[in-house]
C-alpha cells in the first residue's frame, strides 16, 4: 500500500508538492520544512517498501503542529498561519495516503494549497504555473476508471467543465461584491520583513541588497517630469546617529491621513514587504489606495496604517513647496555625533576639515556644495562590495579608507552638516530602476536600494543631496543595473548601447511578460469597489440586485451542469443502444414493452424470431449484453461506452 500514492496518483503527488513548493517565500522556514520532511519520509517509504505511520502518529504529528504554530504565531487566523498548517496538512496526509476513497480529501488539500499562493500575490507567473495543477487536480476528481481507460476522453470532460468554469469565474469577479481589507481584515504575524530596510542603517546593509533582484514596485509616470537621475522614492528618515550608524526615531509629531489624490501624476504596484514604509517620489503630497490607510506626517514621509501583506495599488500626486520645518524637527536633527571614542589628535583633525568647510560657507546650500566638492576631490571611491562595517567611525572613513556604497557616504556627509551646525538626516529607499517601454513603467528591485541625505536650508526646508553623484555620477545617471554591469561585465560601448536600448532579443522578451504581468495586477488591483458600481451603474443594477442575479446564475449554471452530467454521458449511450436494438425489432414488431426488462424483452424475441432468423440469437444476446453493461454498470468510461455502441450498430446490422 506503500507505492499507492506516487504509483497510481503520481500527477496528483507532483501537485500537491508543487503547490508546496510556491508557498516556500510565504511561510516560516520550519513550517515549509516540516511539510517537505513528511513528503521526503513517503517517498522514503515509496523506494524501500516500509510500512507508511499509523493514522495515531500522523494526527499527533498534526495536533502538534497545530500548537507550535499557534505558539509561534500566537493566532490560527491569518494567512501565515494558514497557509503553514496546510502545508504540514498536506504531507501529513500524503504520509498516510493508503487507500483510494482518501484521493478526494487530498485534491481538496491541492486546492487550498495552490489556492493559498493568491493570499499572498496576484503575480502572473503564479496564475500561469496554477493552471496546470487546477486542471491536474480536477481530473483527479473524476473516476479512477475514466483515467485509466481513456486519457483522451477524460481530457475532452475536462475542456468542458473548464469552458463551463470560465464564464463564471468571469461572472463571479466582476458581479460578486468585492471585500476590501477595511471589510474584513486578514491578521498576519509577518514577521519576515521584506523590504531590505530596517530601523539601523550601518555601512555595509545596503550594499548587501545590490545582489537581490525581487521587484519592489514598479511605477508609472503620467507627466513624464523625471528621467531616471531624477527618480529617487524615499521610504524611511534616520534622525539618531552614531558613529556612521543611523536609526530611525519614532515620530512625535504625529501623522495625518492622506487624502486620496484629485489629480493622479503616478502609479505604484508596491509588492508585500511586510512593513509599513509607503515609497514616494521625492515631491508626492497625497498617496491613497482602494483598501488601506495610508498616514503622512509633518514631513511626508508615508505610512500604512498596517504591514503590506498584498500587493498595494497606490495612486499619488506630486504638490508644490513644503511647509516649513518646525522647530522641534530642526532641534531633533541637530546633535552633534559623539566624537569621544576618537584620540584627540584624530578629532582636532575632523574640526580642522569642518572648519575649512564652514570657512568658506556661509548657508547650509553652500556648505553642502563644499562638502561635495571634498568627496569629489579627494580621490574617494565607490565600491560596491564593501563588506560589512558596523563599527566604522566618521574619522576612519574619511581620513584612511575613502572607500564605501552609498550608505557610507550619505551617513558621512550628513554627520558633517551636524558639525557645521546644521540639521541634517539619512534617507533610505531606492534610486533609479530600469525603464519598460513596452509598458511605460519604472520597474524598481531592491538591488537599486539607495541612502543619500536631506538637510535645512536657509529658508527651513528639507532638501535633498546625494554625494554619490560626485564620487560615482555614473551610479545615479544610468542606475544601478547599468552600472553594475559596466563595472563587473566589462561591457563594451557597443553593448552598452544595445543594453541601454534593451534591443536584444532576452531583454525584449522580458520586457514583453514584464508589462503584461504589470497590466494584470493592475487590472486586478485597479478593479475596486467603485469600479464595480460604475459597471453595475450601466446596467441600471444595485448590488443587491447583482448579488441576486450572480446567485440565480450559479444556480442555473449548476443545474444545468447535473443534467449534463446525468444524460451526457452514460444515458445519451444507453438511450442511443436501446434505440438501435429497437429500431431492428421493429422489422419483427416485437419492440419492447414498458414493463419489460432487458432480459424479458430478450426472451420473448428469441421466443418469437423466425426460424430463418434463428441463427442470429447469439449475436443479439451479446448486443443485449452490451446494452445491459453500458446502461447499469456505473464506472464505465465514456470511451468504452462509445466502442459499445459501434459494436451494437455492427451487431443490428447484420440482423
Known amino acids: 500500500m506503500s507505492r499507492l500514492l506516487f504509483k497510481d496518483y503520481l500527477g496528483l503527488a507532483i501537485c500537491i508538492f508543487t503547490s508546496t513548493l510556491l508557498l516556500f517565500p510565504d511561510v516560516p522556514i520550519w513550517c515549509f520544512s516540516l511539510g517537505i520532511l513528511f513528503w521526503l519520509w513517503r517517498l522514503f517509504c515509496h523506494v524501500f517498501d516500509f510500512t507508511i505511520p499509523s493514522r495515531k502518529i500522523t494526527g499527533f504529528l498534526s495536533f502538534l503542529a497545530l500548537?507550535?504554530?499557534?505558539?509561534?504565531?500566537?493566532?490560527?487566523?491569518?494567512?501565515?498561519?494558514?497557509?503553514?498548517?496546510?502545508?504540514?496538512?498536506?504531507?501529513?496526509?500524503?504520509?498516510?495516503?493508503?487507500?483510494?476513497?482518501?484521493?478526494?480529501?487530498?485534491?481538496?488539500l491541492g486546492f487550498f494549497l495552490i489556492s493559498s499562493k493568491f493570499l499572498f500575490s496576484y503575480d502572473l507567473m503564479y496564475l500561469i504555473l496554477s493552471l496546470p495543477i487546477y486542471a491536474i487536480l480536477t481530473m483527479n476528481l473524476f473516476p479512477h476508471e475514466w483515467l485509466k481507460g481513456s486519457r483522451s476522453a477524460a481530457l475532452k470532460y475536462l475542456g468542458k467543465v473548464i469552458l463551463l468554469a470560465i464564464p463564471m469565474a468571469a461572472t463571479m469577479f466582476i458581479m460578486l461584491p468585492r471585500i476590501t481589507k477595511t471589510l474584513l481584515?486578514?491578521?498576519s504575524n509577518s514577521r519576515y520583513g521584506s523590504s531590505g530596510f530596517s530601523d539601523t542603517v550601518s555601512p555595509g546593509s545596503i550594499s548587501r541588497l545590490s545582489q537581490n533582484n525581487e521587484v519592489v514596485m514598479r511605477v508609472e509616470l503620467f507627466h513624464n517630469r523625471f528621467n531616471l537621475s531624477e527618480l529617487y522614492f524615499s521610504g524611511l528618515a534616520l534622525e539618531k546617529a552614531n558613529q556612521m550608524n543611523?536609526?530611525?526615531?519614532?515620530?512625535?509629531?504625529?501623522?495625518?491621513?492622506?487624502?486620496?489624490?484629485?489629480?493622479?501624476?503616478?502609479?505604484?504596484?508596491?509588492?508585500?514587504?511586510?512593513?509599513?514604509?509607503?515609497?514616494?517620489?521625492?515631491?508626492?503630497?497625497?498617496?491613497?489606495a482602494e483598501g488601506l490607510r495610508i498616514y503622512r506626517d509633518s514631513n511626508y514621509n508615508f505610512k500604512f496604517d498596517t504591514y503590506l501583506e498584498k500587493k498595494a495599488f497606490i495612486q499619488a500626486s506630486l504638490g508644490g513647496a513644503r511647509p516649513k520645518v518646525s522647530e522641534a524637527i530642526i532641534n531633533r536633527n541637530l546633535p552633534e555625533p559623539e566624537l569621544s571614542t576618537l584620540t584627540s589628535e584624530q578629532q582636532t583633525q575632523l574640526h580642522d576639515l569642518v572648519k575649512k568647510i564652514t570657512d568658506s560657507s556661509r548657508t547650509p546650500e553652500q556648505v553642502s556644495k563644499?562638502?561635495?566638492?571634498?568627496?569629489?576631490?579627494?580621490?574617494?571611491?565607490?565600491?560596491?562590495n564593501p563588506g560589512e562595517q558596523p563599527q566604522l567611525n566618521l574619522y576612519d572613513f574619511l581620513f584612511k579608507y575613502k572607500t564605501g556604497y552609498c550608505e557610507h557616504y550619505a551617513?558621512?556627509?550628513?554627520?558633517?552638516?551636524?558639525?557645521?551646525?546644521i540639521p541634517a538626516r539619512v534617507i533610505v529607499g531606492y534610486h533609479g530602476g530600469e525603464f519598460n517601454p513596452l509598458g511605460n513603467f519604472w520597474t524598481i528591485r531592491q538591488k537599486d536600494a539607495h541612502a543619500?541625505?536631506?538637510?535645512?536650508?536657509?529658508?527651513?526646508?528639507?532638501?535633498?543631496?546625494?554625494p554619490v553623484t560626485v564620487v560615482a555620477p555614473q551610479r545615479i545617471e544610468l542606475g544601478f543595473n547599468m552600472y553594475n554591469s559596466i563595472v563587473n561585465e566589462l561591457l563594451t560601448e557597443e553593448e552598452i548601447k544595445n543594453k541601454l536600448n534593451g534591443t536584444d532579443t532576452f531583454s525584449r522578451l522580458s520586457m514583453w511578460f514584464d508589462s503584461v504581468n504589470y497590466r494584470w495586477s493592475t487590472f486586478l488591483l485597479e478593479y475596486d469597489f467603485d469600479k464595480q458600481k460604475d459597471i453595475l451603474r450601466r446596467f441600471n443594477l444595485s448590488l443587491g440586485n447583482a448579488l441576486i442575479l450572480v446567485l440565480v446564475l450559479l444556480f442555473t449554471v449548476s443545474v444545468l451542469i447535473n443534467l449534463f452530467q446525468r444524460r451526457g454521458i452514460k444515458k445519451n449511450f444507453s438511450e442511443l443502444c436501446f434505440e438501435e436494438i429497437n429500431k431492428w425489432a421493429t422489422k419483427f414488431d416485437l419492440q419492447k414493452k414498458?414493463?419489460?426488462?432487458?432480459?424479458?424483452?430478450?426472451?420473448r424475441i428469441a421466443n418469437a424470431l423466425p426460424e430463418r432468423s434463428k441463427p442470429f440469437l447469439p449475436d443479439l444476446e451479446k448486443a443485449f449484453s452490451l446494452w445491459i453493461n453500458l446502461a447499469y454498470k456505473p464506472t464505465l468510461t465514456p470511451a468504452d461506452s462509445k466502442k459499445s455502441l459501434n459494436e451494437i450498430r455492427k451487431i443490428m446490422k447484420r440482423g
Request: charged share 20%.
Open 370 to 384: 563644499a562638502i561635495l566638492n571634498y568627496f569629489g576631490s579627494n580621490r574617494f571611491t565607490y565600491t560596491l
Open 246 to 288: 543611523w536609526t530611525a526615531l519614532r515620530n512625535e509629531d504625529g501623522f495625518t491621513l492622506s487624502e486620496a489624490p484629485s489629480e493622479v501624476d503616478y502609479h505604484v504596484v508596491l509588492e508585500p514587504h511586510y512593513k509599513n514604509q509607503a515609497f514616494s517620489l521625492k515631491g508626492t503630497d497625497s498617496m491613497g
Open 185 to 187: 481584515e486578514i491578521p
Open 594 to 603: 414498458e414493463t419489460e426488462g432487458p432480459v424479458t424483452w430478450l426472451q
Open 411 to 421: 551617513a558621512a556627509m550628513a554627520q558633517l552638516f551636524r558639525l557645521s551646525k
Open 67 to 108: 500548537a507550535v504554530i499557534l505558539m509561534d504565531f500566537r493566532t490560527l487566523m491569518g494567512k501565515e498561519p494558514a497557509a503553514s498548517f496546510i502545508i504540514i496538512l498536506s504531507g501529513l496526509k500524503a504520509l498516510e495516503f493508503s487507500d483510494d476513497t482518501e484521493k478526494d480529501f487530498l485534491v481538496l
Open 452 to 466: 543619500w541625505v536631506e538637510f535645512i536650508n536657509s529658508q527651513n526646508r528639507w532638501v535633498p543631496v546625494d
